[in-house]
């Protein structure tokens, strides 16, 4: 069990009046129209700056198989991960410095953590932690070198687990297991390769952050308030750790930055909390954040370096969204990707 360290636990928590407004047309494309499309997509861009998704579908039998896409040429190509049993839970995508893609997932079936990755000509798949019921809520982070790291729930004990792979074999340590720690992880690597992790306390749902430095993991509670659902994980260019997340008690969205040795928390929106926050940085330095409200509808937010969050409506998009996903091209035009409830259809959109 690791010593949960006390720093200052919150700095502040404040209030800010709603965001301003501005209007942006996007346009949508339907990426995979084939089948019911699951929630949990996950999307990134490589250096060409063309899009690749991963998300899951359901098929016979109430069984869900793992697929990827990515667009080439201006128009999608879909394909299947893995089809075999019942696959593709909580996906998180990862691309390495030549492009090629690698997929966390949870197996339904044997309650296991995979791995999937294209090796350029098939798909490689892998168990990372087969015990009994782990690997769920998995978030993946690429090293320098293109080697995973993966952090995760352990749902049978009730703990925030890490795995990385070393010389061809995977490594694998508890993180936190004060309580029932670990739901909802969200990873990054700063420039040093450390990892950086924010979660979730299933016990009254205390949003925690943790860090390894210094040869050791360091543990902190962000928000002692309760209710933190969804969050999302993203490291500025100091390396300095941020976290949005729904407030689920009192119908809040916020945003927790790293200040100092604790984290100043800022309420941005009252807003009915969905399945998750999407955030990111561009390389200016302008904070990105998206996500999706209960009804299908997606906000998306950006605020500029010593500036005020503005919310920008998008227009254009169909209002029956679930999971949105988040990501930037390196020219820092957005994209988001989520499914489709209405037409059973994911898809993507951009400005």
Request: proline share 3%; hydrophobic share 40%.
């Amino acid at each position: 069990m690791n010593r949960l360290t006390w720093l200052s636990l919150l700095v502040s928590l404040s209030t800010h009046a709603t965001p301003q407004l501005a209007l942006e047309a996007w346009r949508e494309d339907i990426v995979d129209g084939s089948g019911k499309m699951g929630q949990h997509v996950s999307l990134a861009f490589d250096a060409a700056g063309a899009p690749h998704v991963t998300y899951y579908e359901f098929v016979a039998g109430d069984r869900r198989r793992l697929k990827y896409a990515h667009l080439r040429d201006g128009a999608w190509v879909a394909q299947t991960v893995d089809g075999l049993g019942n696959v593709g839970g909580v996906s998180s995508l990862a691309l390495d410095s030549a492009g090629r893609p690698q997929v966390s997932y949870f197996d339904f079936g044997v309650q296991s953590l995979r791995l999937a990755r294209w090796t350029g000509a098939r798909w490689e798949l892998e168990l990372v932690d087969g015990l009994e019921s782990v690997g769920v809520d998995s978030s993946l982070a690429l090293d320098a070198q293109g080697e995973p790291h993966i952090s995760y729930y352990d749902l049978t004990n009730g703990d925030l687990k890490y795995a990385w792979k070393h010389a061809g074999a995977w490594l694998v340590e508890t993180v936190d297991a004060e309580g029932d720690v670990g739901a909802e992880t969200t990873l990054a690597l700063d420039a040093q390769g450390r990892p950086h992790i924010g979660y979730v306390d299933r016990q009254g749902r205390l949003l925690k952050y943790a860090r390894f430095t210094r040869g050791k993991w360091e543990v902190e509670l962000v928000d002692v308030t309760g209710g933190a659902v969804g969050p999302s994980l993203a490291l500025d260019a100091e390396g300095r750790p941020h976290l949005s997340y729904f407030d689920l008690r009192r119908d809040k969205l916020r945003v927790a930055s790293r200040e100092g040795r604790g984290f100043r928390v800022d309420t941005l929106l009252s807003v009915k909390a969905g399945l998750r926050t999407s955030l990111t940085f561009d390389r200016g330095g302008e904070a990105r954040l998206a996500l999706q409200e209960p009804g299908g509808n997606i906000l998306y937010l950006r605020r500029a370096r010593r500036a005020e969050w503005k919310t920008v409506a998008l227009q254009g998009l169909e209002e029956a969204a679930w999971g949105a996903s988040l990501a930037l091209a390196s020219s820092g035009s957005p994209t988001i990707c989520y499914s489709d409830l209405r037409q059973h259809a994911l898809r993507c959109a951009s400005p």
